[in-house]
């Protein structure tokens, strides 16, 4: 039973090692043009230092285009959740890699930085750049404090989007216009192609797709309410065979005839795999969206992105499966379990779901049902108890899930959904006891705004060290290219130019 799911560990694992060289030498090819071609002369170490992560600074600024386009085999591979905290971190990278750039050229060259933002010399010119710098650090810090800030999460996606793209051109501007490490039209064209196809990719995303979702749109069949605050939309497929996709993924719902409309927000797929003419989303009220998706009409029209998402049940595979849930956490978990039901699969199945209290158990009757169908087990956690109750209470921790991971669910899929402290404490949970990584699947579903207090989840601590892995190596890569560019005239200038050049070209 090991060997069930092996392959699809190691094709995950094949899928990560491959996307992160990917990353490395799209990053580092822009930074290689560096060693294209003819050097300028009277440039010291720290001036090539300086060009080197600028450089750097515009590949990673087109690469998080490309991150936010959210590409479908990309997630698929490697998660949404994955992806979006990937994102975050290359941001923050980028940033520094910018902010190394200035105050390196202002330590070198001051003469040359207050040449460009000097309103006198160049008005367009300085505040140009001085946006770009402004809005660079919008984009980094808004995103950490969004809920503090109550920024609308649609005002948040389209602003963030356009600032993004903004930055993105202005940078390739100022190396195009302002470098004098591409003066030559053939590395113009090279950077310019660089950053394209990054750009291609995210003007496909935003733009195409949605517009072919145009021939497959979906009515609004029935709006249930399951709980208070709680609603089920129940979405059929109109004029065309539905969606395939594998339970626990999430699609991203536009409500209204036009499937470019910014309000598009993302959903875990509740409703069974096996029929995919019929999606159902349940959905908690939290946001202004989610507050009137009870309103919404019968008949209405809705067009869905997707399927996304790793966070998915290999129904190839026989293991057992453990659901570990918490609150609207458990909506993948539903996916799943409806799925084998109507497969008629007969592995055995765990569920451990928390709840703040009985009255907000969501699909209490329904899991009562399933368990009475097929070999599901159903474990409810309360956290405040009411009088007489003989289950479980409190909240999930490690004695509670030893007490229920018996011999019948050894070598099981384990999946993990809720909110972010009792992942964290269920994740450490589970490595303690041994369960390998690659059987532990977490959706940590917290996409934007602040972080909620607690440890960070094993995952985010991964992807911190990863990100900062890159970012040491495209140092190391700018630091060895500087010596290269900078060994020629290293004899005649050590520390970048002695006399101002033409002020027309900055070192990048």
Known sequence: ??????????????????????YLALAASVLSLLLVGAVPKGRGLAVEIAAGLGYVALALLSLQLALGARARRVVNALGLDAVLLFHRQVGLWTAAFVAAHVVLLAVAEP????????????????????FALMAL????????????????????????????????????WHVLTLG???????????????VAVPAAV????????PLMALRRPWRVAEVRRERDRVWTLVLEAAGHDGLRFQPGQSVWLTLGRSPLSPRQHPFTIASSAASPGRVELTIKELGDFTRAIGRTPVGARAYLAGPYGAFALDLRSPRPLVCVAGGIGVTPMMSMIRTLHDRGDRRPVLLVYASGAVDKIVFAQELDDLARAMDLRVVHV?????????????????????RHLTDRYEGAEVFVCGPEPMMNVVE???????????????????????RPPGRRSTREEH???????????????????AAVRAAPAGSADQGGLSVPPQLGAAPS
């Open 463 to 481: 992807i911190r060290v990863l990100s900062a892995g890159i970012a040491l190596i495209l140092l190391v890569a700018v630091l060895l290219v």
């Open 180 to 194: 004098r490490s591409s003066a030559t039209p053939a590395k113009q064209a090279a950077v310019t192609a660089l």
């Open 111 to 130: 003469w040359y930085v207050a040449h460009l933002l000097d309103l006198s010399a160049s008005a367009p010119r300085a505040l140009v750049l001085a």
């Open 202 to 209: 995210l003007v496909a995303s935003h733009l195409l797709r």
């Open 1 to 22: 039973m090991e060997a069930s799911g092996a392959p699809r560990e190691a094709r995950a694992r094949v899928a990560r090692l491959l996307g992160i060289a990917a």
């Open 382 to 402: 309360i956290e405040s108890p009411p009088p007489g109750w003989t289950g479980e209470g409190g909240l999930i921790g490690r004695e509670l899930l030893d």
């Open 137 to 172: 650090l919008l984009l980094v810090l808004v995103p950490r404090q969004l809920t503090r800030l109550r920024i609308p999460y649609e005002a948040w996606r389209v602003g963030h989007g356009l600032l993004a793209v903004t930055v993105v051109g202005i940078a390739l």
């Open 428 to 450: 450490r949970a589970l490595r303690d006891r041994g369960v390998p990584g690659g059987r532990v699947h977490a959706e940590h579903f917290v996409l934007v705004g602040s």
